[in-house]
């Protein structure tokens, strides 16, 4: 994998975390502010990206198997604000 595979999948997760969060009303995470918010964003849609390939290519056999590609961003999507929920739910349980 080189440098700019990496830069793409860390914009992926961004996109996808930062979509996610801004569907999910009230998530744990709109406190936070800066570098956390950022990191939160990435491996929220990190999660969500890797869940989406998980389940259309993997199970269905929808999609590319062999390269990065911005078309996976609607999978990652599909599950970014369950994704977002569990975390929120989780968070909210372990901070109290």
């Not at 911005?70 to 989780?90: E, M």
Request: glycine letters at 14%; proline letters at 2%.
């Amino acid at each position: 994998m080189d440098i700019w595979n990496i830069i793409m999948v860390l914009a992926l997760g961004l996109v996808v975390g930062a979509l996610g969060r801004m569907l999910t009303p009230n998530d744990a995470f709109n406190k936070m502010e800066g570098w956390r918010s950022w990191l939160v964003s990435i491996g929220l849609g990190l999660i969500a990206a890797l869940l989406g390939y998980w389940f259309f290519t993997g199970l269905l056999g929808i999609g590319d198997t062999d390269k990065f590609d911005w078309g996976g961003i609607i999978g990652a999507l599909v599950f970014a604000v369950p994704v977002v929920w569990i975390a929120s739910f989780i968070f909210k349980r372990v901070s109290k």
